[in-house]
Nanobody, 121 residues
Framework: QVKLVESGGGSVQAGGSLTLSCAAS?????MGWFRQSPGKEREGVAT????????DIADSVKGRISISRDIGKKMLYLQISSLKSEDSGTYYC?????????????????WGQGTQVTVSS
């Protein structure tokens, strides 16, 4: 089981930007960000393969997010700009063993505790 710890959430005004971080206990894994708002199902935001060659980004955030990782530090980052109220929710970092697949619909076996993002207008 991979340990994942998110940080960087908080309150921000609409139109602003935020960077989330996820620290993993191991390297060489597929990692991604998912989010869930009250009353809604969890949705995928973006994923990134171990070597950063492959990424999958949800249409709802395309053009507004950047996903990156620091392989040496075993960190995953998510930068979101032009924040909207609908971006509010709990953001979770997830990971799965690398087997060549690293998309939003791949199954993820490890999850962090989540970090809250609140966007106010």
């Amino acid at each position: 089981q991979v340990k994942l710890v998110e940080s960087g959430g908080g309150s921000v005004q609409a139109g602003g930007s935020l960077t989330l971080s996820c620290a993993a206990s191991v390297a060489g894994i597929c990692m991604g960000w998912f989010r869930q708002s009250p009353g809604k199902e969890r949705e995928g935001v973006a994923t990134l393969s171990p070597g950063s060659a492959t990424r999958d980004i949800a249409d709802s955030v395309k053009g507004r997010i950047s996903i990156s990782r620091d392989i040496g530090k075993k960190m995953l980052y998510l930068q979101i700009s032009s924040l909207k109220s609908e971006d509010s929710g709990t953001y979770y970092c997830a990971a799965r063993r690398w087997d060549g697949r690293c998309t939003l619909d791949s199954g993820y076996s490890s999850w962090g505790q989540g970090t809250q993002v609140t966007v106010s207008s």
